[in-house]
């Protein structure tokens, strides 16, 4: 069964216009280049990458890390790593990745300062991109979550890390300078690793854009479609033909899935996602890439009676059945949840009265103006 969702322009026009409003994260429509620069399109560490030994590398990948507390209220990260510690601690990675949202609130420190708790008992080199709960309501990346690194190349691998956000404020240009000025191209490399907050491939790769509206946060309605046509070919044309293994955090709310994986066409390019819902298929990738470059990734499952399975039953064929299966049960996408308050009485009147109020201010205003002429 295959499910198409298509809402149209109106749809996604409110949808942006919703998510405008509660998220308070874009304040404005450009950006100066001090904030740009706050909006890189580099890696935000802890320690930055340490020296491995010679059996390969093991790291961790997962976003939304505040899990499923969607209320202003929650001030802590997803339940399922606090009761999971000394599991992820067992892995014995060399890097733990948060996929961005690692806070609810960026501009709460009691949440921030909470979330640097919890990271300090998880054994490991942190490494983080920003999703879009990780900025201040100016736009702007709270640097209180950790500092800045660059791409890098690491045992015969090139790292990738894109900070989506930065092409929701006119950011698309520096992270085409970042991608193209060649100083992570490695003809020798044997595989080339991206990571990143938004599902940018779902809406670039031929197969996948469905992906972008099962997500999270539908990013095709903030963003300019031929930019991210752009930054996805520098990106190909950096791998020059290598294997591609692209990790992605924007899964996991409550109306979305928690773990994704499928394939291009041709096999060379692989897509991963992960997100923390605080529910039982709450997951980490795991991934080992040997001296060799051979990558093997896992699901690391966090509750341990749960059986990962194959990975072809995390692919986008699953994606759509289990959508589909959820919309029958009358769940529904973030999107259509907007779309739904969008057409709700409630919203109606209430805008409708907003209008009011503001027509009457202003012909209050006209009429003192006139008056004092």
Not at 34 to 52: N, P, V
Not at 219 to 225: H, I, L, S, T
Request: with cysteine.
């Amino acid at each position: 069964m295959h499910l198409q969702i298509q809402f149209g322009v109106l749809r996604r026009a409110c949808f942006l216009l919703m998510w405008l409003a509660p998220s308070g994260l874009l304040a404005q429509d450009t950006m100066s280049p001090m904030d740009l620069q706050m909006l890189s399109t580099r890696l935000i560490e802890d320690d930055g990458f340490k020296a491995i030994d010679t059996t390969g590398i093991t790291f961790l990948a997962a976003g939304h890390w505040y899990g499923a507390h969607e209320n202003s209220l929650s001030l802590y990260p997803s339940s399922s790593l606090y009761a999971h510690v000394a599991q992820l601690n067992d892995v014995h990675a060399d890097w733990i990745f948060t996929l961005g949202d690692a806070v609810r609130d960026a501009n709460d420190r009691r949440q921030v300062d909470a979330f640097g708790a919890l990271r300090h008992q998880i054994e490991g080199n942190h490494l983080l991109v920003p999703g879009n709960h990780d900025l201040l309501t100016t736009g702007q990346y709270n640097a209180a979550l950790g500092k800045l690194i660059s791409d890098t190349l690491h045992n015969g691998d090139s790292y990738l890390f894109l900070n989506t956000e930065s092409l929701r404020f006119g950011g698309g240009k520096a992270m085409l300078d970042d991608l193209k000025d060649g100083s992570i191209a490695c003809r020798a490399c044997n595989n080339v690793f991206v990571f990143s907050h938004r599902l940018l491939w779902a809406l670039t790769e031929p197969g996948f854009q469905e992906m972008d509206d099962f997500a999270n946060e539908p990013f095709a309605p903030m963003v300019d479609a031929d930019t991210l046509e752009m930054v996805y070919a520098a990106v190909l044309k950096l791998a020059s033909g290598r294997p591609l293994h692209w990790f992605s955090g924007d899964v996991g709310a409550s109306w979305s899935e928690q773990v994704f994986y499928d394939h291009s066409a041709d096999g060379l390019r692989h897509f991963y996602a992960a997100g923390l819902g605080d529910c039982k298929k709450d997951a980490f990738w795991q991934v080992h890439v040997d001296t060799l470059g051979v990558v093997t990734p896992r699901i690391l499952l966090l509750d341990e009676v749960e059986k990962a399975g194959s990975l072809e039953e995390y692919d986008m064929a699953h994606w759509r059945v289990r959508m589909h299966e959820r919309r029958a049960m009358g769940e529904k996408t973030f999107g259509e949840r907007t779309w739904g308050v969008v057409k709700s009485r409630k919203f109606l009147l209430g805008l409708g009265a907003g209008l009011l109020v503001a027509v009457g201010l202003v012909f209050l205003w006209l009429l003192r103006r006139r008056t004092k002429l």
